[in-house]
């Protein structure tokens, strides 16, 4: 069996989460699920749900280079350019 820290030993091997320092002592780890992925639309700022399966499931997006933008910009986009 594979051994790992904290949030892999409660979690176990399936697990996928984000782990974030906010000072000496404190740490903060978040599990990622389907449910609990957001990002800022481009457009407007207001926070997107984000399905990261979806999203990658053409195998050429990167979390560095890809914007989702929400459903109005979205519209609004695909209507400017007509």
Do not use: Q, W
Request: aromatic share 8%; proline share 1%.
């Amino acid at each position: 069996m594979l051994e790992g820290n904290d949030a892999f030993k409660i979690g176990g091997s399936n697990m996928f989460y984000v782990r974030e320092k906010i000072n000496d002592t404190v740490e903060v780890t978040v599990e990622i699920h389907d449910d609990n992925v957001f990002c800022t639309c481009p457009g407007c700022g207001c926070e997107v749900g984000i399905d990261l399966a979806e999203l990658f499931s053409d195998g050429e997006g990167d979390l560095y280079g890809t914007a989702v933008y929400c459903r109005e910009c979205s519209k609004s986009r695909l209507e400017g350019n007509r």
